[in-house]
């Protein structure tokens, strides 16, 4: 009985964990605080518990993704 509630106690700080990394880097975007950072690290820590978060995060990686190899071929023309 103790070990699940000690489990349980460590989902429901990692949620909380999470969800207050979001609402911090969301209000930090406008700062000079590197909200998106923030952002990324709230979504990791909720992908574990959440559905959602984990098929955003996936989706982040793969524009991150898309937007390196757009600005890879843009240096590539630009300095050929």
């Known amino acids: 009985m103790v070990f699940r509630t000690w ?6 700080a990692r949620i909380g964990f999470g969800y207050a990394l979001l ?10 605080v590197p909200g998106v950072l923030l ?4 979504l990791s820590a ?3 518990e959440t559905d ?4 955003l995060l996936d989706r982040l990686k793969e524009t991150q993704l898309r937007c390196r190899a757009a600005i ?5 023309t ?3």
């Open 39 to 42: 952002i990324v690290l709230g």
């Open 52 to 55: 959602w978060a984990r098929g």
């Open 78 to 80: 630009r300095h050929a």
């Open 7 to 12: 489990r349980e106690a460590r989902r429901l």
């Open 23 to 32: 609402v911090l880097g969301v209000v930090a975007i406008p700062t000079p």
């Open 72 to 76: 890879n071929a843009w240096r590539a």
């Open 46 to 48: 909720l992908e574990t």
